[in-house]
């Protein structure tokens, strides 16, 4: 088949990326969330925005 694998581990590969998108979506929430919370606690620790 192309590039030489079979259909099923197509198949994997598909059903491997399809879950995975919805936990980098939900990483990304989080991690905006860190940083947005790290960049308020610095503002709050030093008195001010530099």
Request: charged letters at 25%; aromatic letters at 20%; proline letters at 2%.
């Amino acid at each position: 088949m192309f590039l030489g694998l079979a259909w099923y581990w197509w198949l994997l590969i598909a059903v491997v990326v399809i879950v995975s998108i919805p936990f980098k979506v939900k990483f990304m929430k989080w991690w905006g969330r860190r940083q947005k919370e790290q960049n308020d606690n610095h503002k709050d620790k030093w008195g001010g925005e530099e």
